[in-house]
């Protein structure tokens, strides 16, 4: 992934409704009407969230008779989890370092 795309990724997630989006197409395959009923938003902003999300590649949108169906890709996202996950072992060692300090700290005390 690059680093355009990881931007798109997580510009993407950066929205509550958008990843709201995702939570349901992880439940299957939905139209713009069955994504945008638990929104008090128009199809049409529905839609605009669900092209971001086509562009950022989290979903593919495909036809199925008169409806359009958006399906998640999770690719992207395990891609993006990747990334993160190398800071994963920074946050770790801090906390290690900071569990190890404040032994100390309590150790100085009680003696």
């Not at 197409?25 to 939905?30: F, I, T, V, Y």
């Amino acid at each position: 992934m690059t680093v355009d795309q990881l931007s798109a990724v997580f510009g993407a997630l950066a929205d509550p409704t958008r990843r709201a989006i995702l939570t349901r197409l992880a439940e299957g395959d939905a139209t713009v009407a069955e994504l945008a009923a638990p929104f008090s938003i128009s199809q049409p902003a529905i839609s605009r969230h669900l092209k971001v999300l086509e562009q950022a590649g989290l979903i593919s949108r495909r036809r199925r008779a008169t409806a359009r169906l958006s399906h998640l890709e999770a690719a992207p996202l395990r891609q993006a989890t990747a990334w993160l996950a190398r800071y994963r072992q920074y946050w770790d060692e801090s906390y290690d370092r900071l569990d190890a300090l404040l032994a100390e700290l309590q150790d100085d005390r009680t003696a």
